[in-house]
């Protein structure tokens, strides 16, 4: 079956531009995350939906950053007056509900990034 | 302050011996780890994990051994193979409220030579 996927896989802007980043997770995986990776670094946590409510917004950097997820499935991460500062590679996760073994234990399966570059 | 430390940036190693990648945690809260491997221009994808009522788990030529009292755990894979090269990421979840986030390490690049 299709993984998650992830448009566009480039995006280069300027400064101070709107970016929209979109995510498709895999068709029956109610939560979805968003982490960061800068140059050099793991992912870092950004949010969490399960559903279509963010149940987790705390890793997003300032107010410029704000993801939605409208029917429960895409997502879709907005970025307003984009900053130098912003350019890493954004990645969205997708797990399913495990049951008895509880949702935190599954793994979580990844898309393979937009890579943002802001000029 | 980084939780999740992977402190060699890469590794070599020769076809058909073992590698042996080290990971180290400094938050009691993370009672759940997993290790990830990443090729360039795709996204991580899941390799193993470990719970922490365990020291030892196995698949195939992987195994992570957890040394809760060090906070340390490792990867270990036999015979490497030279598709094993990648960035391995080594990442924990924690036992409380946010226990859906993972936290990782920066990455270890693993180079497994012919």
């Known amino acids: 079956g299709a993984g998650v996927s992830q448009t566009p896989s480039n995006k280069v802007t300027e400064k101070g531009k709107y970016v929209e980043l979109r995510c498709d997770p895999i068709s029956g995986h109610t939560a979805l995350y968003w982490y960061r990776q800068s140059l050099g670094q793991g992912p870092e946590f950004l949010i969490y939906f399960q559903g279509t409510g963010a149940a987790d917004d705390s890793g997003l950097p300032n107010d410029r950053f704000f993801a939605v997820r409208p029917e429960g499935s895409v997502s879709t991460l907005k970025i307003q007056r984009t900053e130098r500062g912003d350019s890493a590679v954004y990645l969205c996760a997708s797990s399913s509900y495990g049951g008895l073994a509880g949702l935190w234990y599954n793994e979580q399966f990844f898309g393979p990034g937009t890579r943002l570059t802001v000029l | ?114």
Not at chain 2, 3 to 23: D, F, H, M, T, W
């Open chain 2, 1 to 114: 302050d980084q939780q999740v430390k992977q402190n060699s940036p890469s590794l070599s190693v020769q076809e058909g011996r073992i590698s042996i990648l080290n990971c180290d945690y400094t938050n009691s809260m993370f009672d759940y780890f997993l290790w990830y491997k990443k090729y360039p221009a795709e996204g991580p994808t899941f390799l193993i994990s470990i719970s922490s009522i365990k020291d030892k788990n196995e698949d195939g030529r992987f195994t992570v051994f957890l040394n809760k009292s060090a906070k340390h755990l490792s990867l270990h894979i036999v015979p490497s193979q030279p598709g094993d090269s990648a960035v391995y990421f080594c990442a924990a979840r924690d036992s409380g409220g946010s226990n859906y986030k993972l936290t990782f390490g920066k990455g270890t690049l693993l180079t497994v030579n012919p």
